[in-house]
């Protein structure tokens, strides 16, 4: 255990050291008009917002975890003999619904 803190400790003090030579050695900029201002791909930032539609993904997100449990489900019920993984799924399916509603 003392090797594991040692060994830790000498890992963080070696990277402690070059990040401090780096910030040394490393040539300082000036702030120039160009520097300050936003920039975005190479073009600039004309200053709008962007809207970002988090639903959307927060519904695909709830979708691949329903599909991701039903996989589940179905791997580690193979063993299983009836009709039991078949209930496991169509329970899931059963939750389906209100899912794929109407949106607005």
Known sequence: MVEVAVAFALTLATG???????????PKSKPT???????????????TKSQMNAEEFYL??????????VAFILATSMGLTGLLPVLYVLVVLAALPPLFGRRD
């Not at 008009?33 to 200053?47: D, I, P, Q, S």
């Open 60 to 69: 695909y997100a709830v979708y691949f975890l329903v599909f991701d449990i």
């Open 33 to 47: 008009v160009n520097k300050l201002m936003a920039y975005a791909c190479g073009e600039r930032f004309t200053g």
């Open 16 to 26: 402690l050291v070059i990040y401090w030579l780096g910030g040394r050695i490393a």
